[in-house]
């Protein structure tokens, strides 16, 4: 009922910028929110930023806000992060995700797909 593909992964130095996409086929109707999640090596997975589908509301983790976007192409049914100024902080496996309740609970998002690598040195 729902895939998710991302792409966009990379190596950038510190203060660079980087684009997430996530192609997503969701058949389903209860899946209203999708969001971008990381897991560091030796960390937990941790919510960047989610959207309403069927709205403009957002949410996003402090440590990225004002620096991270999260938007959605519905026609294309694709789901971005754009990352600016990053950090060597920021480096991370990112995922995409959907699910049926708001917020940045990795436990809310029932569908992932495999993640795009993203390395930011100093």
């Known amino acids: 009922q729902v895939q998710l593909v991302e792409s966009g992964g990379g190596s950038v130095q510190a203060g660079g910028s980087l684009k997430l996409s996530c192609g997503a086929s969701v058949y389903s109707a209860s899946i209203h929110y999708m969001g971008w999640f990381r897991q560091a090596p030796g960390k937990e997975r941790e919510g960047v930023a989610a959207?309403?589908?069927?709205?403009?509301?957002?949410y996003y983790a402090a440590s990225v806000k004002g620096r991270f976007t999260i938007s959605q192409d519905n026609a294309e049914n694709t789901l971005y992060l754009q990352m600016n100024s990053l950090k060597p902080e920021d480096t991370g496996m990112y995922y995409c995700?959907?699910?049926?309740?708001?917020?940045?609970?990795?436990?809310?998002?029932?569908?992932w797909g495999q993640g795009t690598q993203v390395t930011v040195s100093s």
């Open positions: 995700a959907a699910g049926r309740n708001p917020g940045l609970r990795p436990s809310d998002f029932a569908y």
């Open positions: 959207l309403y589908r069927g709205g403009y509301s957002t």
